[in-house]
């Protein structure tokens, strides 16, 4: 993970400014080829393309690439005022949310396999950035924390079944960046060891305990033989002094 994105609290501000240098950097990528009205169509192609997506990093730039669209076919820079493409207004009322909410909680059926198909993309970009497996962790456990924040968000241009998507993506998310978290690998390498070596020892004990008891009982045999045996000579010499 990007160093700069940790130090916000929320991961919705670094998100914003990621979108808008990329979609400022698209925008003159284009402009230095294209003419001005082919370069604003293309912006606005690849805004709905993104739109469709259900990583919330490309919703967050689909929304940018909307704005800087808007920007040049007034004659404006491209997003002059920064991340107020998406933090113009303090933000959606819980009235808002709650209305995105109930749309995306009216499909049927979860998408649990194109939910886990977005984890699988979002887990190869963030390889490109991260040098260990710790900071792979830690990247997609922010990237499930920003899922969480925008999936209800209606200032994204989401549709309600990538919203849905969006939303089961967190969970799945959250256990892949746990999965990758080496101190919780080793508590699993530790558990799995534990058990194993209780396991062993009942293997192993059982033997000794079916050995210990057999050796027992067929001790008591001979002991019962010798005790009547006893019993018959001794009988044998009583009437053999009778009959003398």
Request: aromatic share 6%; with cysteine.
């Amino acid at each position: 993970m990007r160093r700069r994105e940790l130090q916000w609290a929320d991961p919705a501000a670094g998100a914003a400014i990621d979108a808008l240098l990329a979609a400022r950097w698209a925008c003159a990528d284009l402009l230095s080829r294209k003419p001005a009205a082919v370069a604003i169509e293309l912006v606005r192609g690849r805004a709905a393309e993104l739109a469709s997506s259900p990583i919330a990093r490309d919703q967050m730039l689909s929304a940018a690439l909307e704005a800087a669209a808007a920007d040049l076919d007034a004659g404006r820079e491209p997003l002059p005022d920064g991340t107020a493409f998406f933090f113009r207004d303090p933000g959606p009322c819980p009235t808002a949310r709650l209305m995105v909410r109930e749309q995306v909680f009216r499909h049927a059926g979860v998408p649990g396999c194109a939910a886990s198909q977005a984890v699988a993309e979002l887990e190869r970009r963030c390889r490109r950035e991260c040098a260990s497996g710790r900071e792979l962790s830690g990247r997609l456990g922010w990237e499930a924390d920003l899922h969480r924040r925008l999936w209800d968000d209606p200032r994204l241009p989401a549709h309600t079944h990538t919203r849905l998507i969006m939303l089961c993506a967190v969970p799945k998310l959250a256990a892949r960046a746990a999965e990758l978290d080496p101190s919780h690998a080793r508590a699993v390498r530790r558990s799995r060891s534990a058990r194993g070596r209780r396991a062993r020892s009942l293997v192993v004990a059982a033997p000794r305990l079916r050995a210990g008891v057999r050796p027992a009982a067929w001790r008591r045999w001979p002991i019962v033989g010798w005790f009547a045996a006893s019993l018959a000579l001794a009988g044998a010499a009583g009437w053999a002094l009778i009959d003398a």
